[in-house]
């Protein structure tokens, strides 16, 4: 069965003590859940899900690997990020493959999301030098740069795909979402360091300064999901677990690019609400390691892919030296909870479906739980960054 029921998996009934992680269970299990990535399909009750629709996170598009989209595009830069750290070409012709193939069979609209996959690609093509892939992406660039939608102070318009249309968008007027970091800005910044483009650098650090400066709360150092400059607000507040991931391990990511290039006073701005998230994160984990899918909200359900992000981005600042060793125990929480929630042919457990901006909590308790690309993906970033943290975790 590809689909579960919230209600009858109880991550709050997982116990874990603060052992340090197998570190052979977390290569098993990292192997279980690569496979199950690659052949990922959609889940068994489409219909039953589908009535549900968009009110419980039911984008058709979101399942399996196959679709170009988000969801995939996450996908496929964990088994970038994995080939890279393990100095070899095991997942090159399945990237390869996917990308021919979805180029073939024709592109969707181009938007916030649509763009995630180009993450990939354009680390994916220094393998290949082909001109079919780089002609894309540099003219998706700069189509980010001279025709996506812009909000009031130039912030990148959080435009998506329109549900069951892929030609179509939906413009989210005025509405910047923590999700355009990872998605978009990641990318963008990637092609400005390969090409010298000052001009594509210069945007992605205005659009991670524009979201940090309306997405993060000063009390807290939590990020909203989303700022809408139509109403002045953040919407219903919420401080959403997989939304705060997105910058928990992307942020590093694209300091990471920089190369030591970054100005010092902008790095410093970023690295400080890393800090400060980071911080108010370690405080909100829960009893099982796991974090809430409202950060806030102990009533609502414990949500995986979140909490893998979350986990490999501590890590991460763990290794850079930039978190001190009291998040070593977070991080050994955390892998250990995660390990729990692997099914025993790869499947990740727990892991909520797409989620629209919301105006409450209950808007996020009642996303749908079923197994998703990047749920598979952000699990392998968590037991990859594991593997390698310097023996402190594991």
Same mark, same amino acid.
């Given at each position: ?129 082909? /001109? ?178 979350? /986990? ?83």
């Amino acid at each position: 069965m590809d689909c579960w029921d919230k209600n009858k998996i109880k991550t709050e009934d997982i116990y874990m003590n603060n052992k340090k992680p197998d570190k052979k269970e977390i290569e098993n299990k990292l192997n279980l859940v690569i496979d199950k990535l690659m052949n990922l399909g959609r889940p068994d009750n489409d219909e039953e899900l589908e009535k549900g629709g968009e009110s419980i996170g039911f984008f058709k598009r979101d399942f399996g690997i196959k679709e170009w989209d988000w969801p995939q595009g996450v996908g496929l830069y964990g088994l970038l990020k994995i080939m890279q750290i393990n100095g070899n070409d095991e997942y090159r012709e399945f990237l390869y493959k996917w990308f021919k193939e979805n180029i073939a069979e024709g592109l969707p609209s181009k938007n916030i999301n649509t763009t995630t996959p180009l993450l990939t690609l354009v680390e994916l093509n220094n393998y290949y030098n082909d /001109t079919q892939f780089e002609e894309l992406c540099i003219k998706w660039a700069e189509w980010l740069m001279n025709c996506l939608p812009r909000t009031k102070e130039r912030g990148f318009q959080h435009v998506t795909s329109a549900n069951g249309d892929r030609q179509g968008v939906r413009l989210n007027e005025n509405e910047m979402w923590i999700d355009t970091l990872f998605m978009t800005v990641l990318f963008l910044n990637k092609m400005g360091q390969k090409y010298n483009r000052q001009d594509w650098i210069n945007e992605s650090i205005h659009q991670v300064l524009m979201h940090i400066k309306y997405l993060c709360d000063n009390k807290t150092g939590l990020f909203y999901h989303g700022w809408t400059f139509n109403e002045m607000n953040n919407f219903g507040g919420i401080f959403w677990c997989r939304g705060n991931s997105w910058f928990t391990l992307g942020i590093l990511d694209y300091v990471d690019m920089f190369k030591g290039t970054l100005n010092s006073g902008v790095k410093e701005i970023i690295i400080d609400a890393y800090k400060a998230q980071t911080a108010a994160l370690k405080k909100l984990q829960s009893k099982s390691g796991l974090w809430h899918t409202v950060l806030t909200d102990s009533s609502s359900y414990e949500e995986v892919s979140g909490s893998a992000a979350i /986990t490999a981005g501590i890590l991460k600042g763990i290794r850079m030296g930039i978190l001190d060793d009291s998040y070593i125990d977070v991080a050994d929480k955390a892998i250990n909870a995660i390990l729990k929630n692997i099914d025993s042919d790869g499947t990740v457990l727990n892991v909520s479906g797409g989620t629209g901006m919301g105006y409450d909590a209950e808007h996020y308790k009642n996303i749908l739980i079923a197994p998703m690309a990047y749920g598979q993906s952000l699990t392998i970033l968590a037991l990859v960054e594991a593997l390698q943290n310097d023996k402190k975790s594991i």
